[in-house]
C-alpha cells in the first residue's frame, strides 16, 4: 500500500527539525501586526512540522493551538514546547478533526496547506474563524540559477538522469482561490531571504524534501552523489535567494 504522502515528512523529526528552512521574521511581524495576535486571542497552526514558523505565535503569548498529522512530528513538538503555558497540539488530522466549539483569530500553515484537498482547506477554516479573523497561508520560493548557472546546469544534468521518485509530487492548491470560499482577499506579500550551503550541507537539506525523501533506491545514491559533486566542482558554494510568499484572508 503507498504511504501516505502527507505522512513522508514523519519519518525524518530529526532531520527535519534541523534543516528546514525558517521563513522571516519580517513576514512574522507582519502577520502579528495584520492579525493583532497577542494574549486573548486564539490561534491554529496546521501542519506545524517540528515548529519552523511556530516561535511567533507562542512567543505572542495568545493561546495557541497545533494541529499536526504526523506522531514524530507532533512528539517533537511536545518536547520543544510543552513547557509554554499556552502550547497545545493535537496529533490529528485536520480534515477530519473535531474541533468541537473552538473558534480562531488566526489561523495561519506554512507549506502545510497545500496537501489537503482545497474545497476541504477552504470550507474548514472558514467554519473555524471567528468573523474578522485571518487565514494567513505561506510558502518559499527559491532560486539559485542566477547566482551560478553554470552549476545549475550540472545540477539539472543530475535531475534529468537520476530524480526518479515512487511518489511524485501532484498536489494542487491555489493560494489565490479563497474568495470562491467565503473568504475576503486581504493581500499577497513576499519577503526576501538568502541561504548558502556547502555540499554536505545542501545534500542534508534536499533530503528533507518530499519527493527527495521518496527517490526510488536504485537512484537514490546517484543522484545525491551526483548533486553533491557538482557543488563542489563550483567552488563547493551553493546560494539560494528566496522570496517568502504570503497570502493573507479575512472571515
Not at 521574521?25 to 496546521?46: A, N, Q, R, Y
Amino acid at each position: 500500500m503507498e504511504q501516505d504522502k502527507r505522512l513522508v515528512f514523519d519519518t525524518i523529526p530529526e532531520k527535519f527539525d534541523k534543516w528546514r528552512c525558517k521563513y522571516s521574521p519580517e513576514l512574522f511581524e507582519h502577520i502579528v501586526k495584520v492579525s493583532d495576535l497577542g494574549p486573548g486571542k486564539t490561534c491554529l497552526e496546521i501542519g506545524p512540522g517540528t515548529g519552523q514558523a511556530s516561535d511567533f505565535a507562542i512567543d505572542s503569548g495568545c493561546d495557541y493551538m497545533a494541529i499536526e498529522l504526523g506522531e514524530h512530528l507532533a512528539q517533537k513538538m511536545k518536547e520543544k514546547y510543552s513547557s509554554c503555558p499556552n502550547f497545545s497540539i493535537v496529533n490529528a488530522d485536520f480534515e477530519t478533526y473535531d474541533f468541537g466549539d473552538k473558534k480562531f483569530d488566526l489561523i495561519f500553515s506554512a507549506a502545510t496547506i497545500q496537501w489537503i484537498k482545497e474545497d476541504v482547506a477552504y470550507t474548514r477554516v472558514r467554519d473555524l474563524l471567528k468573523d474578522g479573523g485571518i487565514l494567513a497561508m505561506f510558502f518559499m520560493r527559491s532560486d539559485y540559477q542566477k547566482n551560478n548557472p553554470a552549476l545549475y546546469e550540472d545540477i539539472q544534468k543530475v535531475y534529468s538522469e537520476y530524480f526518479v521518485t515512487d511518489q511524485p509530487y501532484t498536489q494542487k492548491f491555489d493560494y489565490r482561490n479563497g474568495t470562491s470560499y467565503g473568504l475576503n482577499f486581504l493581500e499577497e506579500v513576499s519577503f526576501p531571504g538568502r541561504r548558502e550551503y556547502n555540499a554536505d550541507e545542501h545534500n542534508e537539506y534536499l533530503g528533507t524534501h518530499c519527493t527527495h525523501i521518496t527517490l526510488n533506491e536504485k537512484y537514490r545514491d546517484l543522484f545525491f552523489n551526483g548533486v553533491h559533486d557538482a557543488v563542489v566542482k563550483h567552488g563547493n558554494k551553493i546560494v539560494y535567494d528566496d522570496q517568502y510568499v504570503l497570502f493573507l484572508y479575512k472571515k
